[in-house]
């Protein structure tokens, strides 16, 4: 199931709330407008955008408020429920043979196992199975790679960007010694460039970046447990000898809390019959 993500927009706030209450601190409000600059946003924004369009075919760019949108989202997976899954179907492919799982795909949400299922119930031999499963993971990974490389390139470029505005502001600068006045509010204007640069990477999309990069390290290591799944089903292992394997893959953590909601419907159970 999925919803909505609140850490990445939380957390850009709350950084961009701690720079401005800091410049605020010892600037005051006069002091804060002196750090907005309309031409070193521009040249930060606008060297970006021009830098992707060289670096990418438009069909990626195309991509990138649909990968955007997906850093402030979150699958919900239980991997207690997904072995739970497992577990039932491998009891009745058992009981009623592996055919009858035709009848509990209506139930199951994820396309992933669907189609492992489906494969097994054509009688697919377990290694075949296997190689086309890991198959489309490894295009799932190479997709989300191209489009986590947007993201990543904003990243370098956006400082660099911002380094090119602090230069072309210290050459203006320089033309203009005859006055030593502007001298200081100059250089402080052609810094912003390089701070606007350096937050944006930093704050934004480094991190929306590695946030992607995890997601689909999550995601593989789901479908890496379906396939394991899929396969034990598909071989007739018996299901309480697939629940210990696939309860490998839980941490301590959820082996704990799965204990505990077994030992909870044993006891409502026990007290029903009672």
């Known amino acids: 199931m999925r919803k909505r993500d609140l850490l990445t927009p939380i957390g850009i706030t709350v950084g961009f709330v701690m720079i401005m209450l800091a410049i605020l601190s010892n600037a005051g409000t006069e002091g804060f407008i002196s750090f907005i600059d309309v031409a070193s946003i521009l040249i930060v924004i606008g060297g970006v955008i021009g830098s992707l369009l060289i670096n990418f075919k438009m069909e990626q760019i195309?991509?990138?408020?649909?990968?955007?949108?997906?850093?402030?989202?979150?699958?919900e997976r239980q991997l207690t429920e997904l072995i739970n899954l497992f577990i039932r179907l491998s009891e009745r492919a058992r009981r009623e043979g592996i055919l009858a799982l035709e009848n509990e795909l209506d139930?199951?949400?994820?396309?992933?196992?669907?189609?492992?299922?489906?494969?097994?119930?054509?009688?697919?031999?377990?290694?075949?199975?296997?190689?086309?499963?890991?198959?489309?993971?490894a295009a799932m990974e190479e997709r989300h790679y191209r489009g986590r490389m947007i993201i990543v390139k904003c990243g370098e470029y956006a400082p660099a960007w911002g380094m090119i505005g602090t230069l072309i502001g210290l050459?203006?600068?320089?033309?203009?010694?005859?006055d030593p006045s502007t001298l200081g509010p100059s250089m402080a204007v052609a810094l912003l460039t390089t701070l606007y640069g350096t937050v944006?990477?930093?704050l934004v999309f480094i991190p929306m970046a590695s946030k992607l990069e995890n997601k689909t390290e999550e995601e593989v290591f789901i479908k890496q447990i379906i396939i394991e799944g899929v396969i034990g089903v598909q071989?007739?292992?018996?299901?309480?000898?697939?629940?210990?394997?696939?309860?490998?893959?839980?941490?301590?953590?959820?082996?704990?809390k799965k204990d505990m909601e077994e030992e909870s419907s044993f006891v409502g159970e026990g007290l029903n019959e009672a």
């Open 62 to 75: 195309k991509l990138t408020g649909r990968v955007l949108k997906e850093s402030f989202n979150q699958n």
């Open 107 to 137: 139930d199951v949400d994820e396309p992933f196992i669907k189609k492992g299922i489906l494969l097994a119930v054509d009688g697919i031999e377990p290694e075949v199975i296997s190689d086309i499963m890991s198959a489309e993971i």
């Open 171 to 178: 050459v203006l600068m320089l033309n203009n010694l005859q």
């Open 200 to 202: 944006l990477a930093n």
């Open 235 to 256: 071989s007739g292992q018996n299901p309480r000898i697939l629940e210990e394997k696939l309860g490998a893959f839980l941490s301590s953590d959820s082996k704990n």
